[in-house]
């Protein structure tokens, strides 16, 4: 069965500080992948996606996440950490014959200012 | 209003009570899905319906009942839960169910509390 796992439950930075949140997963096939956030209070959103082409994908708010096919990896990246980026952070893992997405249990970041 | 909504947003009630939670999706999409959001724990797919007919049931008890009367609107009907169903369900919904290069957008969730 497909499993996604992150492996940093509980995340604590300083502001400027870069951030990388790790993300692994099982699954041999074609994967769409996904990091969303979920800001205190609000829904789930889209950080970014990767489906094909370049695996170094770029989103919203300065993240970043490369695809790493030989290591079933997709770990989100940010050189400089605000504040506002206090959050939690899913990756998900959508295999390319379903819609049926694979959560990781979430990361929870704390930005210190 | 544009994105999915939810309602309500927070919901107490007892064991022996019958509740419905409602979605709506203003974005023409055709898949609709339910989540189980729990502390420490993975997001749980709990049902998904593409073009209003059923596709995936993920093992949920029949406690549970989703109704999907029109690619707009889903709900969750729910009676005689236990305290273990206390979670954030969210929604989502999606243009199509597969095949394409897009991802699932979120209602904000219901807080459920079963008392």
């Known amino acids: 069965a497909q499993s996604v796992s992150q492996h940093n439950h509980h995340v604590i930075l300083s502001e400027a500080a870069s951030l990388e949140l790790g993300c692994n997963y099982s699954?041999?096939?074609?994967?769409?992948l996904f990091w969303y956030v979920q800001y205190p209070g609000q829904h789930l959103q889209l950080l970014l996606k990767?489906?094909?082409?370049?695996?170094l994908v770029k989103g919203i708010k300065g993240f970043e996440a490369e695809f790493i096919k030989s290591k079933f990896s997709f770990n989100l990246r940010k050189p400089s950490v605000q504040w506002s980026d206090t959050a939690e952070y899913f990756c998900?893992?959508?295999?390319?014959?379903?819609?049926?997405?694979?959560f990781g249990q979430g990361t929870t970041l704390q930005v210190k200012p | 209003e544009t994105g999915v909504t939810q309602t309500p947003r927070h919901l107490v009630m007892g064991m022996t009570n019958k509740k419905s939670l409602k979605c709506e999706q203003h974005?023409?999409?055709?898949?609709m899905y339910w989540y189980k959001q729990s502390a420490k724990k993975p997001l749980e797919l709990m049902f998904v319906?593409?073009?209003?007919?059923?596709?995936e049931n993920n093992s949920v008890p029949s406690r549970f009942s989703p109704e999907c009367p029109n690619s707009s609107h889903l709900f969750l009907h729910l009676h005689t839960l236990q305290p273990e169903d206390s979670a954030l369900y969210l929604c989502?919904?999606?243009?199509?169910?597969?095949?394409?290069?897009?991802?699932?957008?979120f209602g904000p969730g219901t807080r459920l509390t079963v008392t």
């Open positions: 989502a919904s999606s243009p199509a169910l597969a095949g394409g290069a897009y991802e699932q957008y």
């Open positions: 699954y041999g096939g074609t994967v769409n």
């Open positions: 990767y489906f094909s082409g370049d695996p």
């Open positions: 998900a893992v959508r295999s390319g014959n379903t819609g049926k997405l694979i």
């Open positions: 974005l023409g999409h055709n898949a």
């Open positions: 319906y593409n073009f209003k007919e059923q596709t």
